[in-house]
T-cell receptor, first 116, second 112 residues
Framework: AQKITQTQPGMFVQEKEAVTLDCTYDTSDPSYGLFWYKQPSSGEMIFLIYQGSYDQQNATEGRYSLNFQKARKSANLVISASQLGDSAMYFCAMRPIHTNAGKSTFGDGTTLTVKP | EPEVTQTPSHQVTQMGQEVILRCVPISNHLYFYWYRQILGQKVEFLVSFYNNEISEKSEIFDDQFSVERPDGSNFTLKIRSTKLEDSAMYFC??????????FGPGTRLTVL
């Protein structure tokens, strides 16, 4: 079974500053993928970044980076230079990657509010 | 950029009625999924689908639910007899590999 824990129900950050959203996970799968999604108030789920458990380097996508610490089972999302449009709910998720049809397991989410 | 589309964006139905939620996955993707999100809660897996059959389903996906790929482009979720607790946002997703999973904009289902 897979489990994702996001311990921060809500976070505040000042515009233009960096923010880290926490995610820890638990799984018995030897190989897995970790995802972050953004859900604005309009409701859609926007894929942000992916990290494979065997990837040597931490993933980066523009202003998003994933701080992957395998031994600690953590996959924190770092957003640099926050913008007002970053205000949204953020979900961490994981999937097994030994199969292409693997289901995603989601955390409870963190609501990020960017202050002007 | 290719995207997953879903129709309708919002569906209101009476308890006990059948509903069909429609999705058009990204065209070269082979793996399809349905998830749901009850308001204010986490996203929950319902079912995955590959090669015209269900790969995996959750406990939520009982006999009231079914999925179908009726043609080369659409992927549908049917709820035979809706209950109040089926009210949720339903997301379709598709992927081409284990490293990707793209979600549609969702269908908000309201059961009265």
């Amino acid at each position: 079974a897979q489990k994702i824990t996001q311990t921060q129900p809500g976070m505040f950050v000042q515009e233009k500053e960096a923010v880290t959203l926490d995610c820890t996970y638990d799984t018995s799968d030897p190989s897995y993928g970790l995802f972050w999604y953004k859900q604005p108030s309009s409701g859609e789920m926007i894929f942000l970044i992916y990290q494979g458990s065997y990837d040597q380097q931490n993933a980066t996508e523009g202003r998003y980076s994933l701080n992957f610490q395998k031994a600690r089972k953590s996959a924190n999302l770092v957003i640099s230079a926050s913008q007002l449009g970053d205000s949204a709910m953020y979900f961490c998720a994981m999937r097994p990657i030994h199969t292409n049809a693997g289901k995603s397991t989601f955390g409870d989410g963190t609501t990020l509010t960017v202050k002007p | 950029e290719p995207e997953v589309t879903q129709t309708p964006s919002h569906q209101v139905t009476q308890m006990g009625q059948e509903v069909i939620l429609r999705c058009v996955p990204i065209s070269n993707h082979l793996y399809f999924y349905w998830y749901r999100q009850i308001l204010g809660q986490k996203v929950e897996f319902l079912v995955s689908f590959y090669n015209n059959e269900i790969s995996e389903k959750s406990e939520i996906f009982d006999d009231q639910f079914s999925v179908e790929r009726p043609d080369g482009s659409n992927f549908t979720l049917k709820i035979r007899s809706t209950k109040l607790e089926d009210s949720a946002m339903y997301f379709c997703a598709s992927s081409e590999s284990s490293r990707t999973q793209y979600f549609g904009p969702g269908t908000r289902l309201t059961v009265l």
